[in-house]
């Protein structure tokens, strides 16, 4: 790379790359999922690959040469950010069976996630936009959406690449109580409480889909990589 990640041990069997932001985050991610796939010399050796706002964790078998995959590391072609998939504003989602499931994939790794939007700051939402609140809804669900990384809570995933007038910040008081699936936005991120939890994020909707279920493989809907879109449920199909 001719501006490559910081690379630090992270314990005797990880790795971590530390980049500058999201951006290097998404492309270094998928070049090394791809060197990883392709499963050739040290690349062989990783278990997984775990991105974050700013760093991405490679995880590896007991024994591996760090030193050698640090090298291989650095020797991978200068990452291109991937390209979102987008629709344009104001167009409509494909159409689906009138009695689609909650949530299900769409293909190519893609999920569909049903949503009522009645959250509680849709209405400020719209007011931070200068958008109505359909218009919000349009934006959310005119876009492909793609999962950063997860965190936060088991099966939180951080979505990028919406519409850029949807973001906004996260609200000055957190609630102590945000329902399961509450499907939100704060910044340039869009996401789903998977459980009840405390959080901050400004409410847009909320879905049925079970996002975590540890009895599931995988127990996450949204893994890293994965395209989402929503679909309003209310509206003709």
Not at 101 to 117: A, F, N, Q, T
Not at 158 to 172: I, K, S, T
Not at 186 to 191: C, K, L, M, P, V
Not at 224 to 231: E, I, K
Request: glycine residues 10%; contains cysteine.
């Amino acid at each position: 790379m001719s501006t490559g990640p910081t690379i630090l041990p992270a314990g005797p069997d990880a790795l971590l790359l530390e980049v500058a932001g999201l951006d290097e985050v998404l492309a270094l991610d998928a070049a090394l999922r791809a060197a990883v796939d392709g499963g050739a010399a040290s690349w062989a050796s990783v278990t997984d690959v775990v991105p974050a706002a700013r760093t991405v964790l490679l995880v590896t078998r007991p024994g591996t040469d760090l030193a050698a995959l640090a090298a291989a590391i650095r020797a991978l072609p200068t990452p291109r950010h991937p390209d979102f998939v987008r629709v344009a504003c104001g167009s409509t989602p494909e159409k689906g069976p009138t009695s689609a499931p909650k949530s299900h994939e769409v293909g190519d790794g893609g999920v569909e996630i049903l949503v009522r939007y009645d959250g509680a700051d849709l209405e400020q939402v719209a007011a931070l936009t200068g958008l109505t609140p359909a218009e919000v809804v349009r934006a959310h669900t005119s876009t492909l959406w793609r999962v950063a990384f997860g965190g936060f809570v088991p099966g939180f995933g951080y979505l990028v690449g919406g519409d850029p007038r949807l973001q906004v910040p996260r609200r000055e008081s957190p609630r102590t109580q945000v329902p399961a699936g509450s499907v939100a936005l704060a910044g340039e991120f869009t996401g789903v409480y998977p459980r009840a939890s405390p959080g901050g994020w400004q409410l847009i909707g909320t879905t049925d889909a079970v996002l975590w279920d540890p009895d599931r493989n995988p127990p996450a809907v949204l893994t890293p990589g994965s395209r989402v879109r929503f679909v309003d449920i209310e509206a003709p199909r």
